[in-house]
Structures are given as structure tokens and as C-alpha cells.
């Protein structure tokens, strides 16, 4: 993503709620898919308004700690 070289995108339901958010390089026909910081808040929301918990799969992976860290904010 820091390269440029990728545009992000974000996908919406039918009920235009944010759902997913994906990576593509054009040149290069690259497709990464991801849960990004907003994707993230908008999982934890729908979780939290409906009564349900939230988890991390594998979080080790998240280098930056933007899984955790935006759940930390969203709790607070």
C-alpha cells in the first residue's frame, strides 16, 4: 500500500453497509483483500449494536496493531 503502486477499495451490501476492503495494482494485476482500520470499526459496531462479541484471528499477522488499536478505540 505504502508502495502507490495500489488502489484501495471498499465494497458495500445491498443494505450499503461497509463489508470489505481490497487492494489492486493495475499494472502489475495484483488483488489483496483485507480488513482495513474502517472495515474493522464497522464490523466492531455492527457486532457491539447487535449484541454479539468481536475477535482477532491471527492477529500476529497485524503488524502495525491496527486490528487491536481500533478495537481499543472503539471500546474506550
Do not use: H, P, R
Not at 9 to 27: A, C, I, P, R
Not at 32 to 54: L, R
Amino acid at each position: 500500500k505504502a508502495s502507490g503502486k495500489f488502489k484501495e477499495y471498499f465494497e458495500y451490501n445491498d443494505k450499503n453497509q461497509l463489508v470489505g476492503s481490497y487492494l489492486y495494482n493495475e499494472t502489475d494485476e495484483y488483488f489483496i483483500t483485507y480488513d482495513s482500520v474502517e472495515v474493522i470499526a464497522a464490523k466492531y459496531n455492527y457486532a457491539n449494536n447487535n449484541g454479539m462479541g468481536i475477535m482477532c484471528w491471527a492477529y500476529t499477522q497485524d503488524t502495525n496493531d491496527s486490528y487491536v488499536n481500533t478495537i481499543y478505540d472503539l471500546i474506550k
